[in-house]
C-alpha cells in the first residue's frame, strides 16, 4: 500500500502531465488555427494526424484533441473514415456564421444600448477612434492590414456589446467572429474605399450611443450582411 507522501507524489506528477497535456494540446490548436485562418491550410485541405504532428513537432494525442476543438469552432470538418479536413468556404456557411452572428450580436448590442453606462459610450468612442486612425494613416490600402486591421476591427465590435453584462453572448460573439474571419478577409482585401468604411461604423456607433435602437439594430444587419453580399453578389443574402 502506498504511503501518503507517495500518494501525494503521484498526485503532483499526474497534475504536471496534465498541465503539459494541457499546454500542447493548446499549442496544437493555436498553430492550426491560425494557418487555416490565414489560409496556410486552404479550405479541403485533408488533415492528417501523423503529418501534422510532424509537422508542428508534436505528438499525435494533442493533434487530435487539437482537431477536435476546431471542429466544435467549425472551422475543421471530420468527414467519416476519410479523416479531417479544413472546412470548405460557401455562400451556404457564410449565410449560417452570418445570421447566427446577427442573432448574438443584435441581442449583446440592445442589452448594451439598455445597460451600458458612461464607461461603455467612452470604450465605444476609443475603439472607433483607433480604427479611424489606423484607416486613415493606410488610405486605400486599409484593406491589406491583415491581422493588425482584424483586431482593431474586433475590438470595435467587442467593444460595441461589451455592455451587455453576459458573458456567454460576449463569449458566442467572439466564437462567430473567428468564424467570419477566412470570409472577412476575402471581403476586406477588395475595399478600397476608407471612408465608405469608416463612415459605416460611425453611424453604427451614433445609433448605439444616441440610444435609437431600431437604427443601430438596422445598421448592424446591414453591417454584417455586407461581407455575404459582397463576396456572393449573385447569390444575395
Same mark, same amino acid.
Given at each position: 500500500?502506498?504511503?501518503?507522501?507517495?500518494?501525494?507524489?503521484?498526485?503532483?506528477?499526474?497534475?504536471?502531465?496534465?498541465? *503539459?497535456?494541457?499546454?500542447?494540446?493548446?499549442?496544437?490548436?493555436?498553430?492550426?488555427?491560425?494557418?487555416?485562418?490565414?489560409?496556410?491550410?486552404?479550405?479541403? /485541405?485533408?488533415?492528417?494526424?501523423?503529418?501534422? !504532428?510532424?509537422?508542428? #513537432?508534436?505528438?499525435?494525442?494533442?493533434?487530435?484533441?487539437?482537431?477536435?476543438?476546431?471542429?466544435?469552432?467549425?472551422?475543421? *470538418?471530420?468527414?467519416?473514415?476519410?479523416?479531417?479536413?479544413?472546412?470548405?468556404? =460557401?455562400?451556404?456557411?457564410?449565410?449560417?456564421? /452570418?445570421?447566427?452572428?446577427?442573432?448574438?450580436?443584435? *441581442? !449583446?448590442?440592445?442589452?448594451?444600448?439598455?445597460?451600458?453606462?458612461?464607461?461603455?459610450?467612452?470604450?465605444?468612442?476609443?475603439?472607433?477612434?483607433?480604427?479611424?486612425?489606423?484607416?486613415?494613416?493606410? #488610405?486605400?490600402?486599409?484593406?491589406?492590414?491583415?491581422?493588425?486591421?482584424?483586431?482593431?476591427?474586433?475590438?470595435?465590435?467587442?467593444?460595441?456589446?461589451?455592455? =451587455?453584462?453576459?458573458?456567454?453572448? /460576449?463569449?458566442?460573439?467572439?466564437?462567430?467572429?473567428?468564424?467570419?474571419?477566412?470570409?472577412?478577409?476575402?471581403?476586406?482585401?477588395?475595399?478600397?474605399?476608407?471612408?465608405?468604411?469608416?463612415?459605416?461604423?460611425?453611424?453604427?456607433?451614433?445609433?448605439?450611443?444616441?440610444?435609437?435602437?431600431?437604427?443601430?439594430? *438596422?445598421?448592424?444587419?446591414?453591417?454584417?450582411?455586407?461581407?455575404?453580399?459582397?463576396?456572393?453578389?449573385?447569390?444575395?443574402?
Amino acid at each position: 500500500m502506498a504511503s501518503k507522501p507517495d500518494e501525494e507524489r503521484s498526485d503532483v506528477v499526474t497534475k504536471k502531465i496534465d498541465g *503539459e497535456a494541457e499546454t500542447l494540446t493548446e499549442r496544437a490548436t493555436q498553430l492550426l488555427e491560425h494557418e487555416i485562418l490565414h489560409g496556410v491550410l486552404e479550405p479541403g /485541405t485533408r488533415l492528417a494526424v501523423l503529418d501534422l !504532428a510532424d509537422r508542428y #513537432g508534436i505528438s499525435s494525442s494533442p493533434i487530435r484533441e487539437a482537431l477536435s476543438r476546431l471542429v466544435a469552432q467549425d472551422l475543421v *470538418e471530420a468527414i467519416g473514415r476519410r479523416g479531417f479536413h479544413v472546412r470548405a468556404l =460557401s455562400h451556404e456557411d457564410l449565410r449560417d456564421i /452570418t445570421h447566427v452572428r446577427f442573432t448574438i450580436e443584435r *441581442e !449583446a448590442l440592445q442589452l448594451s444600448m439598455r445597460n451600458g453606462g458612461d464607461e461603455w459610450e467612452a470604450a465605444v468612442v476609443a475603439a472607433l477612434h483607433r480604427l479611424q486612425r489606423y484607416v486613415e494613416r493606410k #488610405g486605400a490600402e486599409f484593406g491589406l492590414g491583415g491581422d493588425e486591421l482584424d483586431s482593431l476591427h474586433y475590438q470595435f465590435h467587442k467593444v460595441l456589446i461589451s455592455g =451587455s453584462g453576459s458573458r456567454r453572448l /460576449t463569449v458566442l460573439a467572439h466564437d462567430f467572429y473567428n468564424q467570419a474571419y477566412r470570409y472577412r478577409n476575402i471581403n476586406m482585401s477588395g475595399l478600397k474605399e476608407p471612408d465608405a468604411f469608416m463612415q459605416m461604423h460611425h453611424v453604427l456607433a451614433e445609433a448605439a450611443l444616441g440610444e435609437n435602437e431600431a437604427l443601430a439594430v *438596422e445598421l448592424l444587419h446591414e453591417h454584417l450582411y455586407s461581407t455575404l453580399t459582397n463576396i456572393y453578389p449573385d447569390k444575395g443574402a
